[in-house]
């Protein structure tokens, strides 16, 4: 488990409004590993968010408590995509 940085979470698209979608390329990321979303100036409180497999397949809950994410089981040193719904940073 790791704290991941803006080298392994790169935003790939995000819409507009008070609450927010953005699509995220996730890169060499491992079962537990964490996201805190307000530390990487993204968003200020997560609702929910997804995880959808690159080089493993399916897709995943990803579970979220305040502006921190933690990436569910199946990965080891995987690249994935993660689309989070929130309350962007202003």
Known sequence: ?????????RKVFADTGPRLWALFGLYNVTTGDTLDMAALNYFTKVNQAMIMGCTVSGTATATAAGAVIT???????????????GIPVQ
């Open 71 to 85: 990436l569910p089981g199946g990965l080891a040193g995987d690249s994935a995509y993660l689309l989070v719904d």
């Open 1 to 9: 488990m790791a704290q991941l940085d803006q080298t392994q979470c």
